[in-house]
Structure formats: structure tokens, C-alpha cells
């Protein structure tokens, strides 16, 4: 079926570590009223950045000049070594950065920069007023902003741009209809303003936090209702076996729930890949004895990789089904035997780092 093709891609992007040049600061140009920071990198689905929470972020810290990468910024966040089950039957917000383990906060402290979070309603007019006047300013500096429900209520975009005054944001999201910025449709129902720089911590240090980090995601049981690490792939797997369940479910929801389940697989993939990726760049950093542990999780993790790609047909969405065909109970099993393999795999790969992290450390 799709699995082939993706598993050359993801191998491909496997080998190669790219490296951010920023543009420099935000751009800010107005033409005729039309306000909007000119090099802010554009979102799309198909290039290996698939949390839209840390592409948008990337997005907006390269245009305020900071050299990052996704694949950086998802290892200090500790989003490449996260997983999530929103107990108890999985939820599509299980693999946002903000929600559960909350990856904005370790990516802000890793940055240097405070990343104000707006939670905003369109019923409150006093409220939508001073936040519109807050994403115009921030505009008007050249910082981009980040905001969910731009388009799409399930992932985030970035605002990078105005007209009328500030009435309609221009935006990038991952539902653009062409290569130019898209007129907001909605009023987001959150916005992170990027407030100034305060002094960052080294490179070495994010870098050691982010193994407590992928150590505290893949130990810690929950946060919030969300299961973590090895207590969602367990949650994963005894959701996918309730056959009991499954059977009460109607087409609709049904789908839904394919849905879901394709989602959290395709974002698992992508954080393991970000996770190589990382590790891999960032090796030279420490110790020859730490880059050692390290090498050795990237390893691991692509053999997660690679085994999760090999079984990419059992958890399929609903738009890659045949016609008259849904996700069945044989599909979930397989993908249960999976999930099983790659949460040993996890254990192995946390494991190195945990010890990555002791030769780091050492006096």
C-alpha cells in the first residue's frame, strides 16, 4: 500500500541533518495598509515537521533572526522523545506540544525568550479587542505570532501579518490554499506573543536538560489525563485490544477514531525522526564517552523508525482506506504487536540517554 514509499522518504530524511541559516530579523513591510513580516518560512505537511506547535515556533524564531532547526528545537523541548494517549479511548490533541507535558515551556526556557500564552474567546469583546491590538503590535516590532485556529482548530499557524487596521490577520498554516499567505478565517481561540530576550542558557546546558527532559516524558505516568511515555504506549495498546468497544461504535465514530490513531502514529513517527536527527547534531557537544550513549540512541530510535514505518498499513487514515473498506480488527492487532516492539525499543533508547546524560554530568 503507502507504507513503502513513506519508509524511503523517512530513511532518506533520516541521513540527512539540515542546518538552519536565519534570515535575520523580522521584515516588517506595508503596502497600502497590508502590514506583514516578510520572511517568515512558510508551514507545509510533507516535509518532515508535522508538530505544527514547533514548526510554527521554528518559523517565527528564524524570522527574529535565531539560527534553529525543528529537529533542534523538538529535542530541547523534548517533544522528539514525547508520546501521549489522552486517557482513556486517545484524543487528535494528544501529540500538541501544549498540551499534557507542555513542550512551549522547555522550548521558551531553552530560547531565552518568554512566550506569552493568550487563551482568547470570540464571545468577549473587551478581550478579542486587546488581544487584536497585542498581535498588531507584535506585528508592527517584526515578531511573528503563534495561534491556533486559523484556519484549522487542530493546528497551529502563524500570524504574520494584518489589514484593515488589524481586523484581518494574514497568516501561515498548514491549509493554505497557495504559496501566498492566507487571510485568517477564524479567530484563534489561543495566541503566543514572543515577548524580548532574556539571557538563554548555553547550547550544553539545553542539551542536558533536554536528556531530563526525554528521561521525565518517558517515566512519568501522566499529566493531566494524558498518559506519558511507557504508561501511554500501554494505554495505546489496551485501547487498540477493547475489540468489546470497538464493535459499539457506529461508521461515523468509527472514522473519527481511525482518524485519531492514524494521527498519534504519523506524529510518533515524526517525533522519533526528529528525535535521530537531533541526537545526531548535537553529539559532538559532550564528551566523547557521552557522545558514545548518545550515538547509540539515535540508533535505536531509527530501528523505532523504521519498524514503526514497516507497519504504517495498519494504522491508516480514512482518506487512504479503499473505498468500502475501514480499519479492522486484524489491522489493530498488528498495530498493537507494533506499539509493543517499539515501547521496548523506547526503554533501550532512554536507557543510553539516561546514561548520555551521567558522562555529561560528570565532575
Not at 518568554?114 to 470570540?122: A, K, Q, R
Not at 516524558?217 to 477493547?242: C, D, M, R
Amino acid at each position: 500500500m503507502f507504507s513503502t514509499k513513506l519508509l524511503v522518504v523517512l530513511l532518506a530524511a533520516l541521513v540527512v541533518i539540515g542546518t538552519a541559516s536565519a534570515s535575520g530579523a523580522g521584515t516588517v513591510k506595508n503596502v497600502s495598509g497590508k502590514v506583514w513580516i516578510d520572511n517568515v518560512d512558510r508551514l507545509q505537511w510533507g516535509k518532515g515537521q508535522d508538530n505544527s506547535f514547533i514548526s510554527a515556533l521554528t518559523a517565527a524564531m528564524r524570522a527574529i533572526g535565531e539560527d534553529v532547526t525543528y529537529e533542534y528545537l523538538m529535542g530541547v523541548s523534548g517533544a522528539a522523545f514525547r508520546v501521549q494517549f489522552l486517557l482513556p479511548s486517545g484524543c487528535p490533541s494528544s501529540p500538541d506540544a501544549t498540551c499534557g507535558f507542555d513542550c512551549s515551556v522547555t522550548a521558551a526556557k531553552a530560547l531565552g525568550y518568554p512566550l506569552n500564552f493568550i487563551g482568547t474567546s470570540e464571545d468577549k469583546p473587551d478581550e478579542v479587542k486587546k488581544t487584536r491590538a497585542e498581535i498588531v503590535e507584535s506585528i508592527d516590532k517584526g515578531n511573528p505570532v503563534l495561534a491556533i485556529n486559523l484556519i484549522s482548530e487542530a493546528d497551529w499557524g502563524v500570524i504574520i501579518g494584518y489589514t484593515n487596521a488589524g481586523s484581518d490577520f494574514l497568516c501561515w498554516s498548514y491549509y493554505d490554499k497557495s504559496s501566498r499567505m492566507s487571510l485568517a478565517e477564524n479567530w484563534p481561540w489561543a495566541v503566543i506573543i514572543i515577548g524580548n530576550k532574556d539571557k538563554a542558557p548555553s547550547r550544553k546546558a539545553s542539551i542536558i536538560e533536554s536528556f531530563k527532559t526525554a528521561q521525565k516524558v518517558a517515566e512519568t505516568e501522566k499529566f493531566g489525563n494524558y498518559a506519558s511515555g511507557y504508561s501511554a504506549f500501554e494505554a495505546w495498546i489496551k485501547h487498540l485490544q477493547n475489540e468489546k468497544e470497538f464493535k459499539k461504535l457506529k461508521a461515523s465514530d468509527l472514522g473519527k477514531s481511525t482518524h485519531t490513531n492514524a494521527w498519534c502514529y504519523n506524529s510518533l513517527i515524526d517525533c522519533r525522526v526528529a528525535a535521530v536527527k537531533y541526537l545526531r547534531s548535537i553529539k559532538g557537544e559532550l564528551s566523547p564517552s557521552a557522545a558514545e550513549h548518545i550515538s547509540k540512541a539515535a540508533d535505536i530510535y531509527e530501528q523505532e523508525v523504521k519498524l514503526l514505518a514497516a507497519g504504517w498499513d495498519n494504522a491508516p487514515y480514512t482518506w487512504q482506506l479503499e473505498e468500502g473498506k475501514s480499519w479492522t480488527e486484524d489491522m489493530r492487532k498488528a498495530e498493537a504487536e507494533t506499539l509493543k516492539a517499539a515501547m521496548e525499543l523506547e526503554k533501550k533508547a532512554i536507557s543510553e540517554i539516561k546514561a548520555a546524560l551521567a558522562e555529561a554530568t560528570k565532575s
